[in-house]
Antibody
Framework: QVQLQESGPGLMKPSGTLSLTCTVS?????????WSWVRQPPGKGLEWIGE???????NYNPSLQSRVTMLIDNSKNQFSLRLTSVTAADTAVYYC??????????????WGQGTLVTVSS | EIVLTQSPGSLSLSPGERATLSCRAS???????VAWFQQKPGQAPRLLFY???SRATGIPDRFSGSGSGTDFTLTISRLEPEDFAVYYC???????????FGQGTKLEIK
């Protein structure tokens, strides 16, 4: 059974750098999957942040691209998210997710439980 | 950039009824790369369909996904109590890769 678990600080101060890690079990992060981060502000909808492949190739949401970096650690079966210059608008539940892809059709088939990150002074 | 508009914003139905949820894209979606997710309070989203109509593992056949071009539909043939949740559609685009979610439809018990 594939499982993903987010970890990181729950509370941050404005202008700081958010760092989250997603630990994967039940699947090798070196397999032919993409891995994504998605966030959801309290009471609002879902926003895709970015995706990364085991090679380290990453794609980011254009609206966040200037502040986002994703990295992958194949030896630890983990991937991570770094978001700089955070503000209250970055307060959200952050999810990591695994992709499924069949004949070009994609979806996020496994998700972590999510971790709430609050940005407040 | 494509905008996904889901309608209605909320839907109030009774168990046993049929639910029809719409997702309209502002421009044609290449390859019908649309996914649907179900999200219950306090839980992560759950994948229902990808590629508009490919059912994800473990999804009951009372759920169906359809559509092409700009109009996509999620249908629940006979609502069960556990189906009341928020449903999101998502479009996947390539070059560059990006994923856009609709704003969601809240399905409530009447």
């Amino acid at each position: 059974q594939v499982q993903l678990q987010e970890s990181g600080p729950g509370l941050m101060k404005p202008s700081g750098t958010l760092s989250l890690t997603c630990t994967v079990s039940g699947a090798s992060i070196s397999s032919n999957y993409w891995w994504s981060w998605v966030r959801q502000p309290p009471g609002k909808g879902l926003e895709w942040i970015g995706e990364i492949y085991h090679s380290g190739t990453a794609n980011y949401n254009p609206s966040l691209q200037s502040r986002v970096t994703m990295l992958i650690d194949n030896s630890k079966n983990q991937f991570s998210l770094r978001l700089t210059s955070v503000t209250a608008a970055d307060t959200a539940v952050y999810y990591c997710a695994k992709h499924i892809e069949v004949l070009g059709k994609r979806g996020f088939d496994y998700w972590g439980q999510g971790t709430l990150v609050t940005v407040s002074s | 950039e494509i905008v996904l508009t889901q309608s209605p914003g909320s839907l109030s139905l009774s168990p046993g009824e049929r639910a029809t949820l719409s997702c309209r894209a502002s421009q044609s979606v290449t390859g019908n790369y649309v996914a649907w997710f179900q999200q219950k309070p306090g839980q992560a989203p759950r994948l229902l369909f990808y590629g508009a109509s490919s059912r994800a593992t473990g999804i009951p056949d009372r759920f169906s996904g359809s559509g092409s071009g700009t109009d996509f539909t999620l249908t629940i043939s006979r609502l069960e109590p556990e189906d009341f949740a928020v449903y999101y559609c998502q479009q996947y685009a390539t070059s560059p890769a990006r994923y856009i979610f609709g704003q969601g439809t809240k399905l409530e018990i009447k």
